[in-house]
């Protein structure tokens, strides 16, 4: 059974960008999950409170 082709595209939370790549970084002190773009991951990770949790993409089968 084949299943359906869906292109599932995510908003970054800081900027409202669909991207078909993002971080899931913690960005502040609060220790909250993020999903963040490239560009925002950029200007975020050299946070005192950065960290990384991996990588969100919308093609995740090759
Ligand atoms: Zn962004």
Redesign the pocket.
Known sequence: MPKPVRSRVKA??????V?ATLYRIVADGSGAWTL??P??RASLETGEHYRYGGTWKANKRH
């Not at 970054?12 to 960008?17: A, K, P, S, V, Y």
């Open positions: 970054c939370e800081r900027c409202q960008l991207n963040v773009c560009a925002c």
